[in-house]
């Protein structure tokens, strides 16, 4: 069975960075996409960030792009995302999915397994 656990989140001034992992269980991270997403109550998810499997391609949303990294670590069987320079507009709970067909990215209905998520709170 597929598992994916988010840690990482906390609360950061604004203009801070933390970093988030996405670490798998029960398979290998490299065979699957795997995307972030965020989400503040009553709205709908938003795709951060993907990474396609083997972390051949990374792809961001425009509001974080060059502020945000994403990468793979194949031994850890992990995946960060490295935000820096953090906005109150950027606190939400994130969250990590994977999928294995390389299509969806940053759409959120097309992931099979997420994490639990971990809270990020930017203070202004």
């Known amino acids: 069975e597929v598992q994916v656990v988010e840690s990482g989140g906390g609360l950061v001034q604004a203009g801070g960075s933390l970093r988030l992992s996405c670490k798998a269980s029960g398979v290998r991270i490299g065979d699957y996409a795997i995307g972030w997403f965020r989400q503040s109550p009553g709205k709908e998810p938003e795709g951060v960030s993907c990474?396609?499997?083997?972390?051949?391609?990374?792809t961001y949303a425009n509001s974080v792009k060059d502020r945000f990294t994403i990468s793979f670590d194949n031994v850890k069987n992990t995946v960060y995302l490295q935000m820096n320079g953090l906005k109150p507009e950027d606190a939400a709970t994130y969250y990590c999915?994977?999928?294995?067909?390389?299509?969806?990215?940053?759409?959120?209905?097309?992931?099979?397994?997420w994490g639990q998520g971990t809270q990020v709170t930017v203070s202004s």
């Open positions: 990474i396609s499997s083997l972390g051949g391609s990374q």
């Open positions: 999915a994977a999928e294995k067909r390389n299509r969806y990215c940053l759409f959120y209905f097309g992931y099979d397994f």
